[in-house]
């Protein structure tokens, strides 16, 4: 007698990771403009959203980048984690794919800092 089945049928429809397309951007200067976080970060791919997160205390501003694809997502975050320094910054960019990707990293889904 099988004790477990083999594999459960209800798993297979769930999707075993959403792909990121989703970023955030910490150390931000609190003066960011959306037009500065898309100039720079166009050059990974399609930046579908931008998010700039209002009434940050200082040396704390953060946003979320949403691009078209995962990779797109995945390069800017490689090319640009403790890299990328905005004029008035006090310290390089944190940037890290979102832990909160909404519904599959779509735009339009609430943001939330996690």
Known sequence: MERWPARCSHLDQVPRRVMARKIFVGSLPQNISEDELRHEFDAFGDVEE?????????????????????DEALAAKEACDRKLVFPESERPCDVMLAKNQGIGGSPGATPEAS
Request: overall charge positive.
């Open 50 to 70: 931008v998010f700039i997160k209002d009434n940050c205390p200082p040396g704390k501003q953060w946003a979320f980048i949403t691009y078209g694809t995962s």
